[in-house]
């Protein structure tokens, strides 16, 4: 069998940076990559936490569950403790030094370091000369952060050059953009008074680094090859210049257009256009310009979309610019040098051949920076940095000598129940309401109460919950369609006319065991006499776990009621069906039942192993044996600790099961069959797999998280990174019942022992 490495899946993302309608180019790409995430997986949950920066208030849309004052220290320690209880599998931070509150930004973590999830974080800005400030803010970040994504390769070599982060930590993502038709810019000019006149644009917010002084400078030159000629500035001067200083910069810019007789020739939008008015400015351009000052800028959304759209691009040489517009994309003139822009712009209008040669690359090269590609790129580095963030195959310590289980309590299980029945689901300890009840669940509690009240645990609570499941059972009991129903809302409907095989299957097996270990008459007749109709009614199932837990069931009925012929004919049928899958399925290092594992595995040699042994079948019990033995072996790790089959193995045939999620239910069911195995068998091995699997709950497990609770409830399974912080009813009962089970193996163990003491005397 080989080992599976695929990445875990991802299905809820926490995402935190700025949001519209804050005016910024990180507010737009945090919403841009929100709806291309949300496209590319529509059943992913994804919770946006928005900055605000300070004396702002922004009628964020409902996307954004969570806001940050970006000054208060205490909010985001808050925000974290928010983020935590939300459990998402990941965490996606856009990162910009002047978006977080404190020294370069060293609010941000506080909310990092708190975090359970692993955080992927994207850096719109990557420092080649930062400040000590900046500095330790920025190792930290990479430090708590189990993915970087950078926009281009210079971005990736300065982070391993001037920052020493191992190139493996690093991810390149493009700057996301729309996929929009490659149209002729004719097409959306006359939406803008523009028909008949060759356009340039620059857009984005409006500040002094971007270099539209000498765009305007070279407007003389340019104007008088081609009067037709208008250069349109879009976009809003940015909020923080229009803090410090108003207006001052757009009318600096305006005034040297005046002074060089090119007013007509210019045309500011001072506006923050939606998606598609930017879209439809950016098609009806013929040129588009990025004269920006300084080289030191790794990322361009603007420029992104320019060249996704193509457009034929002017830009100065700034390092983004660099490496999208190589391979002849673009055209790359000097900083600071009105002559240069002049000369090359007009020379693309003059050539057309060349400019459309120009449009035609930069599209292709765009092709790769469509949202929907990005966002895949996203969703499988989340996946990698999920299966990175697991220590599984770290060695953990642990107190010598055995790990005793606790002692039984309902408490957990009383919480979760009402008059109607066990609910199936949490939030966090809470009983959500919303989900119902299912007969799964309520036939494993019946069958706990019954044991924990046999051993006068509890027994005031047990008897009550008794009485209540068992009710639950017998209305979930189709009688005129001889079925078992198994989901109920909360309004007590029934979701279905029939429910699963297993639900059925669960159902006798409660109603079996419950006969056999019940010290009340009254319940005891209840079950017989609901089993004596379900019996018959079980034939039809075939599904595999259905008949193991049949099998479960009609084995402890018959310790009651040993001359019960339909019993008896349907346990002979069952465990012939189930020798006859192990046999068929199994071959040279696959000794198992069917082509996959999936979940509730080790029900199905238990069942062997109990059926061989009522039935006197050696040959059953001897095969049941060994299935279980190859189970025990695949779910022991390479720290020889208990390790049950994940659920993302579902449906890998032949192949050694992936890790996670685990699940409860999987180390009580191993319990079990490690009981079943050593009333056949004494073997010392069986409760010592036994007691493994139930240190799984403990803390013994890949991650050395303890999923018992203190209130002796239990987590609902172990994802490749934490515990799912949820309490549901099938996880709680897993733990109690296992509890329950591997102290009758451990009396039963020492019993072996005192006979064979005994037998040596004698």
Known sequence: MSNQSLPPSVNHVALIGNFPPRQCGIATFTADLHAALKSAKPSAHLSVVAMTDPGQSYAYPGDVGYEIAQNDPDAYVAAAGHIDALNPDVVSIQHEFGIYGGAS????????????????????TVLTDPTPAERRVMNALARHSSRLVVMTDMARAILTDTWKIPTDKIAVIPHGIPDLPFLDPAFQKHHFGLDGSKVALTFGLLSPNKGIENMIAALPALVKAHPDLVYVVLGATHPHLIAREGEAYR???????????????????????????????????????????????????????????????????????????????????????????????????????????????????????????????????????????????????????????????????????????????????????????????????????????????????????????????????????????????????????????????????????????????????????????????????????????????????????????PAQRLLQSFANRLHDMLIRERRGGWDWFEPDLSYDNARLPEALIRAGSQLSRTEMVSDGLAALTWLADVQTSENHEFRPVGTESFGIAYKRPRPFDQQPLEAWAMIDACSAAYAVSPDPAWPLRAEAAFNWYLGRNDLGLRLATATQGCYDGLQVDRVNLNQGAESILSFQLAALSLRQLQAAVRAQAEQTGMTRAG
């Open 251 to 565: 009318q600096s810019l305006q005034d040297k257009a005046r002074a060089l007789g090119v007013t007509d020739h210019v045309r500011f939008i001072n506006e923050y256009v939606d998606t598609l008015t930017l879209q439809a400015w950016l098609s009806a351009a013929d040129i588009y310009v990025t004269p920006y000052l300084n080289e030191a800028q790794i990322t361009s959304g603007t420029l992104s979309y320019a060249v996704g759209l193509g457009k034929a691009v002017v830009s100065t040489p700034y390092w983004h610019a660099q490496e999208l517009l190589a391979n002849d994309t673009g055209a790359l003139v000097p900083f600071a040098d009105p002559a240069a822009l002049a000369e090359t712009i007009a020379a693309l209008l003059d050539n057309h051949a060349r400019r459309d040669r120009l449009r035609s690359r930069a599209y292709d090269a765009g092709r790769a920076m469509i949202w929907p590609v990005v966002a895949k790129s996203y969703f499988d580095l989340f996946a990698q940095a999920r299966a990175d963030a697991s220590p599984s195959g770290t060695v953990h310590a642990f107190p010598q000598g055995k790990l005793a289980p606790p002692s039984s309590t309902l408490a957990a299980v009383d919480r979760m129940t009402d008059g109607c029945g066990m609910l199936q689901h949490s939030r966090s300890s809470i009983a959500d309401r919303r989900h119902g009840y299912c007969l799964d669940d309520n036939a494993r509690a019946l069958m706990l109460a019954v044991g924990l009240k046999s051993e006068d645990i509890e027994a005031e609570c047990a008897a009550r919950i008794i009485d209540t499941c068992a009710a639950f059972v017998e209305y979930a009991w189709d009688e005129k369609r001889s079925v078992f129903r198994n989901f109920m809302d909360y309004q007590r409907s029934w979701l279905e006319k029939e429910g699963s095989q297993d639900s059925h299957g669960r159902a006798l097996w409660s109603l079996g065991r419950v006969a056999a270990d019940t010290d009340d008459h009254g319940v005891r007749v209840w079950a017989t006499t609901l089993a004596d109709q379900v019996i018959p009614a079980s034939e039809r199932l075939d599904a595999p776990r259905a008949m193991a837990f049949s099998v479960l069931g009609l084995t402890s009925y018959l310790t009651v009621y040993p001359g019960h012929r």
């Open 105 to 124: 930004g060293e609010l941000l973590l506080k909310l990092v370091e708190r975090l359970r999830a692993p955080i992927v974080t994207t850096l719109h």
